[in-house]
């Protein structure tokens, strides 16, 4: 019964076949229809993205020292400040480097000292030559070994500024402190309190939040829309397109695209994250169910006070329910038929083979 009420209305359409745009004259009582809605921007899809980094804003700290964690000042995943202590390790090597560094400067010091007392007695022929010279030469072997363990102390691990405190205080510095060395997050930690550690031991890699970009396959319909510093949107973050392959996956039949984020964006590089794309293009927004194939082109129907218009539009994205398009001939005012476009198909399908 239903078949034959949708076949007498059907009939009692007249058809214009002809004109820029195919019209179906008359009521249907079967159509139901929905406003259009316009959007400032266009959903691509849901796609895997991973993290990547330049490996100049990756930062590995390792243990300069051998030595006990003490305190552990940054936990796994944190976000820090430049500066931030990250850990403090007390070093019984360090200790006893320090001791001997202080040991050589109270020496030289003494031995400046004893060339300063004989150096006008010498000249006064008071002492021997010889006496001044032992004393000249074992100034000189302090001075050197000063000047060596200096530099060691350094190499170990300390400052300049921290070896210069020991210089001027001759007091030892019991513990290391590690700095952060930029703004970033922790995105590996091996170490943790009391645990004893190897000289060169890997103990946290710290990463900048502004220098990653993601990596994200893209079918090659939606990178064919895309150019270099394209902007795209993830979530409520605008990206910039850095680039494009120039070879597609022969397997997925996608294209790598890279994104920079316009600030900062919370991934770690090879961390992976489903990601929801949009591009930032004003279009219309309709029900999936009003976009059909007509003359294999994507084509929906428009209400008008005679009838419904066919237009012609070009889809940009879909999402589960939705095609976003464009359409020169269509601003967003109309409303569009969304259930019985198929009928309405059909009849002009119908007219024609007549």
Known sequence: MLNKKILTLLLATSVALFGESPFVKGENKMVKLQAIKSVDSVYLGSFLAQGHLPADKIYRIDAPVEGVVEKLGAGLY?????????AVIKSPKILELEATYINLLIEEEYNKNEVARLEPLY????????QFLKAK??????????????SLLQEWGLSKKQVDTITRTKQPIPEIYIYAPIDGKVADLNIFPKMYLQRGEHMMTIVSKKGTHLEIALPKEIVAKLHVNSELIIGNKPFEVESIAAEVDMRTQTIAVHLVPKGTYN????????????????ALRVASSAVINYAEKASLFVKEDAGYRLYTITPLGRDANNVYFICKDIDGSEEVVVRGAISLKGALEGMQDD
């Open 123 to 130: 000249k006064a022929a008071v002492v021997a030559k010889k």
């Open 78 to 86: 944190e976000n820090i400040q430049k500066r931030k202590v990250v």
């Open 137 to 150: 030469n074992t100034l000189k072997k302090y001075e050197t070994q000063v000047e060596f363990y200096y």
């Open 267 to 282: 991934i770690l590089p090879n961390e992976k994250k489903n990601i929801k794309l949009y591009w930032p293009k004003k």
